[in-house]
Structures are given as C-alpha cells and as structure tokens.
C-alpha cells in the first residue's frame, strides 16, 4: 500500500493555483485513485504520428513503382520509407525516468518534503527512507516540490538505474532481492506470518486511523506537524492563502480526506470509537514487542521499519496539539515509545539537521565551503598585487631620486669650476 494522487502536470499563471491545491491536499492524502498514465498518453501520440507519417508515405505519388510488398520500386520512396523509420525511432527512445543523468546503483527516491517534527508526514515515504538506511544502500532525494508522481500516480517512488519502482512495499521487496538486503532473512516461517499480519493492521487499519483525525482535524494537523506549505510547495503565494486552500481542497474537493476515510470503512463509525479502534492497535502491537528492542530480537527487521514509520506520525506531534492515541501511547505502551527512539537513533543520527534545516539530503556529506577558502585566497591574492604594486612605486621613487641626482651632480660640478675660476682671476 502507499500513498497515491492524481498525476498532474506542472503550469504556470492561472493554473499554478490548482496545481498547488492539490499538492496541498495530497500531503496527508494517504490512498487517492490515480489517474491514467501520461506518460503512456505520451507514447501513444508518439504512435499516432508515427502512423500519420506512415500514411503519408503510401499517398505520396511515385513513378514506376511496383506493387506494395514487391521488389524493386521506386527510389525516391525508398530513400522516403528509409527516412521515415529512424525519425519514428527517435520519438519512441525517450527517458523512461525524470533523473536522466543517473549515477550506477544510486537509489533516487521521490517522497514529500521535510517538516519540522519528523522526517516525513508520510508512513509510507518514511518506512521506505527508514529501510533505505538499514540496509545501507545509497540513495539520493529528489526535491520536486510534490509536482512528480510515478507512473501509477504514487509517493513515495524510486528509480534505479534508469528504472522505476513504485510502491513502497513493492520497492522493498524489489531493492532487497536486487542488492541481497534481506531484512528478514534471519527470520522463522512463524515470524514471518506473524510480520505478514502485523504490517497489514498497521497499513490497513492504523494508518486510517491517523487519517481520519488529520481529515476532521486540519488545522490542528497543521499545527501538529509545523507544516510550512510555501516551503513544502515551493510557493510563493503566502501560508494564509496556501492554509485556506488546503482546508478547502481536503475538505470538500475530490482530494477528501474524510470521503476516502468513509469509503475504507472506517469513517462510518464516530470519533471516539475509531481512536478506540487504534488503542487497540497499539495495544497489540506493545504485547508483541514485549521488553524486546525489537519485534524478533536484537535486530530491527521489516516489520520495525513499518510499526516505526506508523507510531512515528503519532508520537512526533507537537505537544501543544492533543491528540488520544499520543497520550495513550506514553501512558500505556511506553515501549513503543522506546521502539521509535531507537529507530531513529539507529537510523537517522541527522536527524536534529533533517527537522532544523529541512534538509532531503542530510546524510550525504556535504563540500567544505569554498566561500571561506575563496576570499581568503582573494585575500592573499590581493596582498600580493598590493605589495608588488607598492615594491614597484618604490622602485620607480628611487630610479627617480637617482636620475634627480645624476641630473643636479653635472650642474655642481659646473658651478663648482665656475667659483675657481672667478677666484684665479681676482
């Protein structure tokens, strides 16, 4: 399961507004249909002209030409056909993939963007991201402003390889047989059906549990997770407008939160029944992990991954928000807590520099600063076209002094035979 949205294409003017607003909504929109593929729309226009081009050719007049299919023929519709079939060539090579200029073995994962609480406001772009990092294979964010979508109108998605992958147990499971990352190789038959059920109560009964409080509950969500839609979007259009729209668009559009909610089954049921609904969730899950640090011992497996990305949407919301199933987490299932501590911990030791300076790509090291290294070589660079401005003014000071005195010792001289002579004749 993972979250999905309509595949919209990026505009300008009017249109960016729209765009925006569904960006907006699809933040915390966990399941939305997607559309039909623009990319295959893409290729069967590519196709249509290809047969235009084709009929065109057989119209075109030729003289002494055989039978279509016979030998020979004319040479100019020869050449024509010849010329045809590269130029439709050309237009089906196309990059399958937005990251063209991809590094060998470099996973490029497309999600949402940072906040200020967690990671992702998205389980299932942070249970990918999270799994990522346990396994230890390299991997890039890409920054697009939630304008991209995969092919089936999905986030998170990766590309490898100039490959795409979507769906974020889709993308385990591929990654881990490709790279041999196993998380749960270690495991029994027995733990894994029990992984098996746990991953599907977290993905298809909690996660709508979280949605229905953000759906009915926008503000506060916004609030909860110190969300910053300019930033988020890229826009420029200020919060206020970018806050009233996503209100609008999340609680009335086809973007619906509490529709989607409603039609998963959940959302028939009143407020406090379905939070009960996610006690109960949550209770079963802190029986599982016991005093264990994780659900099948000392070693986080796929499961951990999920139940992280899952308890993380509840437990890193801002204190001042009020929120049940935070409060009858660090009451009653205290161990959770301690689970989602040690994920993070293990995982995303950058995690003060992901949250603080909304970082994609803060576990990649970064450049030393050049600004520093420039100016003080602009620096020293400037001292020495000084000092050798100044050694060369000397020098031309003292080649002056010196022509001065060469130019007044023939005068004394003459002045001095001058003082004899009149002295001779007196």
Known sequence: MATETENKPVVAGEEEKKVEQAAVAATVTEAAPAAGDKAAAGGGEAAAGGDAADKKTEEKPATGESAPGGDGGDGATSSDATAAA??????????????VNFEKDVVYLYQFTRTPMLPSISPFCLKVETWLRLAGLKYENIDHKLKLRSKKGQLPFVEVNGEEIADSTIIMQELATRYDKDLDAALTQEQRNIAHAMIS??????????????????????????????????????????????????????FQGAKKVKAQGLGVHKPEEIEEFGRKDLKVLSELLADKPFFFGDEPT????VAFSVLAQIHFILDEVKYGLKEFMQE??????????????????????????????????????????????????????????????????????????????????????????EAAAK
């Not at 100016?375 to 003014?393: C, H, L, R, V």
Request: charged share 40%; net charge negative; aromatic share 6%.
């Open 302 to 305: 796929t499961l951990d991954c």
């Open 86 to 99: 590269p130029a439709k060539k050309e237009k089906e090579v196309k990059p399958t993939v937005h990251k």
């Open 332 to 421: 009653n299932c205290p161990n959770l807590v301690g689970h989602v501590s040690r994920i993070k911990e293990r995982c995303f030791p950058d995690w003060e520099d992901i949250c603080t300076k909304l970082d994609l790509n803060a576990h990649i090291p970064k450049p030393e600063p050049e600004t520093k290294e420039n100016k003080e070589g602009a620096d020293t660079e400037k001292t020495a076209e000084q000092d050798k401005n100044e050694s060369e003014k000397e020098l031309e000071k003292d080649n002056s002094n010196e022509k001065s005195e060469k130019k007044e010792e023939p005068e004394k001289v003459v002045e001095e035979n001058k003082e004899k002579e």
């Open 201 to 254: 109560m977290l993905e298809n009964h909690l996660v709508w549990v979280v949605l229905s409080w953000r759906s009915k509950n926008t503000e506060q969500m916004l609030k909860g997770y110190k969300i910053n839609l300019q930033h988020a979007l890229g826009s420029r259009l200020p919060n206020a407008l970018l806050n009233f729209f996503f209100k609008f668009q999340f609680s009335r559009k086809c």
